[in-house]
Nanobody, 124 residues
Framework: QVQLVESGGGLVQTGGSLRLSCAASGRTFSRIYMGWFRQAPGKERQFVAGISWNGASTYNTDSTKGRFTISRDNAKNTVYLQMNTLEPEETGVYYC?????????????????WGQGTQVTVSS
């Protein structure tokens, strides 16, 4: 069992930056794949970035490459999402998710645990 709590969301202007954090509890955090997703109002949850259990492999969508960086600190049971040069269309609730089977990737159904989300609003 893994519990996830996101933080770090807020209001930022176009071109600004935010750093999201996801604190996990549970003994298996250091062995599981973690991902970040975004859900805009009225839209499906979309994959943003993922990271393997040891941090050796990361995966970004084409739209976030070079701007968003996912990282993790297994000693602190925390995964981060550094977001730079934010755009208004990236407004939404950001969720972290854990895949205890280590499949990972962009499909939400692969993930077993979800946080409650943190709101990110990018103003134009």
């Amino acid at each position: 069992q893994v519990q996830l709590v996101e933080s770090g969301g807020g209001l930022v202007q176009t071109g600004g930056s935010l750093r999201l954090s996801c604190a996990a509890s549970g003994r298996t955090f250091s062995r599981i794949y973690m991902g970040w997703f975004r859900q805009a109002p009225g839209k499906e949850r979309q994959f943003v970035a993922g990271i393997s259990w040891n941090g050796a492999s990361t995966y970004n969508t084409d739209s976030t490459k070079g701007r968003f960086t996912i990282s993790r600190d297994n000693a602190k049971n925390t995964v981060y999402l550094q977001m730079n040069t934010l755009e208004p269309e990236e407004t939404g609730v950001y969720y972290c998710a854990a895949d205890e089977h280590n499949v990972g990737g962009p499909r939400a159904y692969e993930y077993d645990y979800w946080g409650q989300g943190t709101q990110v609003t990018v103003s134009s």
